[in-house]
């Protein structure tokens, strides 16, 4: 950041009074732009034994597959994000059924929400952002296609708690070194 939002001039980056983190400050409003995380939602669409992935029409990872997932917006809540990206990139009619995996990527300051969904019928088709859209069952997942980690994890532990009919939320962590940390609450 180099310019203030709010009235446009040079902005500094230094920890202000009262903080412990550097921030860009503007020196003649004095303006502090706070920098967080973004919020990724979405949901593990689920059809019986498939789940529900979107080929993504878009970068990043053009071609690869996908859960339907994306930004939170502003005025919004975190279930109504997961709906409307759900729409959006699938054209999808689900009911959320339980907050799912909770996946933070702190070198990208990114978050991930999923939520585990069922799909209320199969009149889904491919919205803008994505090429294609289908149901897999476990043995079908085109894994090497897969364009995210995150993706990944929600994946592989939707089926290990299928055969267990169980489904805890998973909490995990995905560092840029490829380290990796989870833990799992009931």
């Known amino acids: 950041m180099k310019f203030c939002s709010e009235c446009g001039q040079p902005v500094s980056l230094r920890i202000p009074q009262g903080d412990n983190r550097p921030r860009h400050v503007c020196e003649a409003c004095q303006t502090i732009h706070y920098q967080n995380p973004k919020i990724v939602t979405g949901t593990l669409p689920v059809w019986e034994e498939q789940v529900l992935l979107c080929r993504r ?20 809540t975190m279930e109504q994000a997961a709906e409307r990206e759900s729409r959006e990139e699938a054209n999808a009619n689900i009911r959320i059924e339980q907050l799912y995996t909770l996946i933070s990527l ?81």
Not at 64 to 74: C, D, K, R, V
């Open 57 to 76: 029409a878009i970068e990043p990872r053009y071609g690869l597959w996908t859960l339907p997932a994306g930004f939170m917006e502003n005025n919004e």
């Open 106 to 186: 702190p070198h990208i300051n990114q978050v991930y929400v999923m939520y585990k969904a069922s799909l209320l019928d199969l009149d889904f088709f491919p919205g803008e952002e994505s090429l294609e859209v289908r149901l897999f069952r476990e043995n079908e997942i085109p894994w090497k296609e897969i364009a995210f980690r995150t993706i990944h994890f929600t994946l592989r532990q939707f089926f290990k708690d299928q055969k267990q009919n169980q489904y805890p939320v998973h909490t995990h962590a995905i560092y840029a070194n490829n380290r990796e940390t989870e833990t799992e609450d009931s």
